[in-house]
Every structure is written in C-alpha cells, then in structure tokens.
C-alpha cells in the first residue's frame, strides 16, 4: 500500500524551495550584478515563488482529499469512495489543466470547492496576518510575467502605493523579497502545525 500524501511534508518541501531561492537572490547579490540584472533576478525569484506556493497548495488540497474523502463529498454532496489515487484527487483538483487562483480569495474560493470552512487549511489560509502577503505575491508574480496594464494596476492595489517601475525593481530594495518569503514560510508553518499528517 502506498503512503498517504503529507501536507506537513509539502510544508516542509516548499520551506526548502524557499531556502533555495533566497540563496539565489543571495547569490546574485554578492556577484554585484548590474541594477537590472537584479531587477531580472528578483522578477525570476517572485515567478519561481509564486510556482512553489502553487504546488504547496495543490499538494495540500490533494492530501487532504487523498487522506479524507468526507471533505469533498461533503462540499459537493457527492458520495466518492474511500480510496482515491492522487492522480485521481488532483485530476479533482485541475480538471486536468493547471492549478491557477485569482489572489488570496480567490484561493479561498478553490478551498471551499474541496473542504469545509474549518479545514485546518482553509483556517490557516484564511488568517488575515497572511492576506497581504498572499495578495502580494500573486499580484507581484503577476505584474512580473504580464508587466500588462491591468496587472500593473492589481499590483499597485495589492501594494497600496500609487507608483511602481517593474515588480523586480520593487522587492529588491528594503529587504522586500526576504521579508514577503518569511510571511509565506509563517504560512507553510501554520499549516504543517495544524496538519495532522
């Protein structure tokens, strides 16, 4: 029989991938690049955040459909039977597509889709010391790989300020980067805390 998926290792694998990217922007740093190589460098580190944080949500959700199938039969009212592969419990998931939300709502939105409001995942989630960051990121990340209009405007919303030259530009001055990946590791942490696999 294979193992049950883990959220708290999912946890703890994102925590990881998070460590790796700090040390890249550490890295890149010390290599004393020119301002808009760094600028590059923190747009590619936001891009690649935003992927870890992704696949720690799809990874949870996926566990904790895959480890209690009473959490999305009770959300559609659909009897699904005990046992589900992950494939299965992430084809649930993504309908077969890629996993994709719309800002700290719209993950919530998704949440509720597979799991009850007191789901120790939707709790943590739904914290509100973790609102901007999770806004924040989703609206840098996508300011970084549109640099469109409309995502310019969504990032200067999420950030509360009136100007902004390009997402990389804007994280890499004021320890902004390290200070956004602390607040989601805190999030990763509350999940693997409350998690009881």
Excluded at 80 to 89: S, W
Excluded at 108 to 117: G, T
Excluded at 147 to 164: D, F, R, T
């Amino acid at each position: 029989m294979s193992r049950k998926k883990s959220a708290k290792y999912a946890a703890n694998a994102f925590k990881n991938e998070i460590d790796r990217i700090l040390e890249f922007t550490r890295e890149a740093e010390d290599a004393k690049l020119t301002d808009q190589a760094m600028t590059w460098t923190y747009e590619l580190a936001l891009v690649k955040t935003a992927v870890a944080f992704e696949h720690l949500m799809l990874e949870c959700i996926v566990c904790a459909v895959n480890n209690d199938t009473g959490t999305i039969s009770a959300q559609t009212g659909i009897n699904f039977p005990k046992h589900l592969t992950d494939e299965v419990c992430e084809y649930l998931v993504t309908g077969g597509g890629y996993f994709d939300f719309k800002g700290r709502d719209g993950l919530i939105k998704v949440l509720k889709q597979f799991m009850p409001p007191d789901h120790y995942l939707t709790v943590a989630v739904k914290d509100t010391k973790f609102r901007d960051a999770l806004d924040q990121l989703v609206a840098l990340r996508n300011f970084a790989a549109h640099e469109s209009p409309a995502s310019k405007k969504k990032v200067l919303e999420a950030l509360k300020i009136q100007k902004i030259g390009s997402a990389g530009a804007w994280v890499k001055r004021q320890d902004r980067f390290p200070k956004l990946a602390g607040r989601l590791t805190d999030l990763a942490d509350a999940i693997s805390d409350a998690a009881p696999y």
